[in-house]
């Protein structure tokens, strides 16, 4: 069984919509999925890079407070 799945709702400005149904349609998936599959990538390539930083961070002997 797969992972469950969080429902969530958006709205889109027009160019946002077209683009994301264009998407769809070149990969032969609904709206719903192609909206998820783009957020996912988005969400988590966002999420990795903030952690990466994290440790940079981290590694330089930062605290992260002000004036360290």
């Not at 149904?21 to 599959?37: C, F, G, P, T, W």
């Not at 990795?48 to 360290?68: E, F, M, W």
């Amino acid at each position: 069984m797969g992972q469950e799945l969080k429902s969530v709702h958006v709205r889109l400005c027009d160019d946002a919509y077209e683009a994301l149904r264009a998407s769809a349609y070149i990969e032969d998936k609904d709206l719903a999925e192609m909206a998820r599959a783009i957020m996912e990538q988005a969400l988590l390539g966002r999420i990795h890079s903030v952690n990466l930083a994290v440790r940079r961070y981290a590694r330089a002997g930062r605290k992260g407070i002000p004036g360290d």
